[in-house]
């Protein structure tokens, strides 16, 4: 069972291109979450979904961009990367909502640097 | 403005003994707390978790406190063990005015147990 997987686990981005990071769950979680998480600081939410077709905003969502076109896909699109998106990037997806007791289950992250 | 606080970065504890992580939070309408786990390279994983009715829960060696009036939870974790050395978030939930629920982390504390 493989869980929450993300690809690539590293990417070094020029300032201005563009990059998409892949993250695909086997659970059948309806719920998928993309966070960042910036050095010594917390998990910041940027996007969620809540179901195939169904996606919205979080804390930070600018200069990202999602879709889910499948239960199991839920990809982060970067446009015009910038010095600021540098972080590492964690997809997670749950049962039921980010509520309760609903535990999120992680990917291994992707660590991205824009320079 | 930290919703979620964990105030102490980094905490050393000696194997065997017994290791306190804190946590304290200000939004009054948090109705559940979660603790996970991070190791380096890693996604977070699960840990424990404590509903707002309750004041303790317990999981083999990890218990979760809550105090309510004072807005403070603590995990405890008897004995330590060198493979709990890690960086632990503090995550609390609380239902947004759209419906849904919202998670808040703090910025962790890194545990490093000495053999």
């Known amino acids: 069972n493989a869980g929450v997987t993300q690809t690539p686990k590293f990417r070094i981005l020029k300032i201005g291109q563009s990059m998409t990071l892949q993250c695909a769950q086997d659970m059948n979680h309806n719920y998928m979450y993309w966070y960042r998480q910036d050095p010594g600081m917390g998990l910041k939410l940027i996007y969620y979904?809540?179901?195939?077709?169904?996606?919205d905003k979080g804390e930070v969502p600018n200069g990202y961009n999602v879709s889910r076109s499948t239960t199991e896909d839920f990809p982060l699109r970067l446009e015009l990367a910038a010095p600021s998106q540098t972080s590492v990037y964690f997809c997670?997806?749950?049962?039921?909502?980010?509520?309760?007791?609903?535990?999120?289950?992680f990917g291994n992250g992707t660590r991205l640097t824009v320079t | 403005d930290q919703q979620v606080k964990q105030n102490s970065p980094s905490l050393s504890v000696q194997e065997g003994r017994i290791s306190i992580l804190n946590c304290d939070y200000t939004?009054?309408?948090?109705?559940?707390f979660l603790w996970y786990k991070k190791y380096p390279a890693e996604g977070p994983t699960f840990l424990i978790s404590?509903?707002?009715?309750?004041d303790k829960n317990e999981d083999g060696r990890f218990t979760v406190f809550l105090n309510k009036s004072a807005k403070h939870l603590s995990l405890h974790i008897v004995p330590s063990q060198p493979g709990d050395s890690a960086v632990y978030f503090c995550a609390a939930s609380a239902r947004s005015g759209a419906g849904s629920y919202q998670l808040t982390f703090g910025k962790g504390t890194k545990l490093s147990v000495i053999p």
């Open positions: 404590i509903s707002s009715i309750k």
């Open positions: 939004n009054s309408m948090f109705d559940y």
């Open positions: 997670a997806s749950s049962m039921l909502g980010q509520g309760g007791n609903s535990p999120l289950h």
């Open positions: 979904s809540v179901g195939a077709g169904i996606t």
